[in-house]
């Protein structure tokens, strides 16, 4: 693992200097000691791979893994609802049409058109990460599709996609849970669900016991992260820091 830093911004008048911090990951790296230190996986650009950033990311121990009483409200809602298949990467198509405009149409719709442009998708799905896809299927349509990083010792929760028709059912988080809840069963340590920035990610603290990094360790502090994504407005800053800035974007 080769750790780099770029130049972010800085408030001189305060000796506040910024750093964005990446990691580069090299043959024989673990993907559960990268994590583990705090980076994810960066999809920003069409030439960029094995470069991940730290970020204030969120897992959960699953040996401390248990429903809460909002958890099972939405489990009792969906689960048996649909006919889950899970796909190694390897065997999966990724140049369905039908797939990739399922996820880019959710992601347009969602997020907005430049969030997940169809080349991003397809660098995504071709970035040698991704270990297995999660198909969700009703009697006839697809009605949702998980990305999944793994080893041996975590599973991270990437990207997922659903019918936008049940988006105020909750449908989102079922997803991760029923991801958790496959990810304690085969004996994975820690599910990983991201990052927790602003009011929008606040729903990921609904697991009992999640930690998150907050640059240096995990915390397990769900008031301080609570309250680090209300304030997150008022930290937000215009800048991209200098590594970042000379790389190729998505058109």
């Known amino acids: 693992m080769k ?12 000796y506040t200097f910024g750093y964005a911090n990446y990691c580069l990951r090299e043959k024989g790296d673990s993907l559960a000691d990268i994590y583990a230190s705090g980076y994810l996986p960066y999809s920003g650009g069409p030439d ?3 470069i ?14 248990s429903l809460s009483s909002e958890n099972r409200r939405i489990v009792k809602k969906f689960d048996d609802q649909f006919e889950r298949t899970v796909t190694p990467i390897y065997k999966f198509d990724r140049h369905d049409h039908k ?30 990460l991704i270990i ?17 990083v793994a ?15 049940l988006v105020h059912q909750s449908l989102g988080m ?7 809840r496959q990810a304690q069963k085969r004996g994975a340590k820690h599910f990983y669900v991201g990052t927790v920035y602003g009011q929008k990610a606040l729903y990921k603290t609904a697991f009992k016991n999640l930690e998150y990094w907050n640059g240096q360790d995990w915390t397990a502090n769900l008031k301080k992260i ?26």
């Not at 991940?52 to 893994?65: E, H, K, Q, T």
């Not at 719709?109 to 998708?121: C, E, I, N, T």
């Not at 297995?132 to 999944?148: G, L, M, R, T």
């Not at 079922?174 to 958790?180: H, P, Q």
Request: with cysteine.
């Open 99 to 128: 797939f990739l405009k399922f996820c880019v149409e959710y992601f347009a719709k969602r997020h907005g058109p430049d969030v997940m442009p169809l080349a991003r998708l397809k660098t995504i799905l071709d970035s040698d």
């Open 226 to 251: 609570k309250q680090l994504g209300r304030d997150d407005a008022s930290r937000t800053v215009g800048l991209t820091d200098l590594w970042k800035k000379e790389q190729k974007k998505f058109d």
């Open 151 to 165: 080893d041996h010792a975590m599973v991270h929760f990437w990207f997922s996609f659903y019918d936008l028709s």
């Open 174 to 180: 079922w997803l991760m849970l029923d991801s958790a």
């Open 48 to 50: 960029i791979k094995n």
């Open 52 to 65: 991940f950033y730290m970020a204030r990311s969120a897992r959960m121990p699953l040996d401390l893994f």
């Open 132 to 148: 297995q896809i999660v198909s969700y299927h009703n009697a006839i349509d697809p009605v949702a599709y998980v990305f999944e």
């Open 3 to 14: 750790k780099f830093s770029s130049e972010f911004g800085h408030s001189y008048n305060t």
